[in-house]
């Protein structure tokens, strides 16, 4: 049975920084992508970043360098790292994964499309103060 298990959120001032990790368990991930979801207070969940097995990436444009998103392939944790945070980042932060072989038409056109993953954490919450 697939777990995702997301840690590292907090309370922070803007323009401070937090990593987030997600811990992976309960089978090998050959084939995958690895996502980061956030949904804000009274906001639709929406994709922040995601990472595949061949290394490619995709951040949100609001991400705007802020964010880094990386892998222990070792430990099986996904990490993103966060600076210069905003009080619009608020929210809770999700580790998402699809297990599939192949990669949806979505991720290929650079696209992080909630329906695309079926394994999902319970989250992490993020709080930017003023």
């Known amino acids: 049975q697939v777990q995702l298990v997301e840690s590292g959120g907090g309370s922070v001032r803007a323009g401070g920084s937090l990593t987030l990790s997600c811990a992976t368990s309960?089978?090998?991930?050959?084939?995958?992508?690895m996502a980061w979801f956030r949904q804000g207070p009274g906001k639709e969940r929406e994709g922040v970043a995601g990472?595949?097995?061949?290394?490619?990436?995709v951040y949100a444009d609001f991400v705007k360098g802020r964010f880094t998103i990386s892998q222990d392939n070792i430990k099986n944790i996904l990490y993103l790292q966060m600076s210069n945070l905003e009080p619009e980042d608020s929210g809770m932060y999700y580790c998402?994964?699809?297990?599939?072989?192949?990669?949806?038409?979505?991720?290929?056109?650079?696209?992080?499309?909630?329906?695309?993953?079926?394994?999902w954490g319970r989250g992490t919450q993020v709080t930017v103060s003023p």
């Open positions: 309960g089978r090998y991930f050959y084939d995958y992508c």
């Open positions: 990472i595949d097995n061949d290394g490619k990436i």
């Open positions: 998402a994964a699809d297990l599939t072989p192949t990669r949806t038409p979505s991720w290929e056109s650079g696209m992080l499309s909630e329906p695309d993953f079926g394994y």
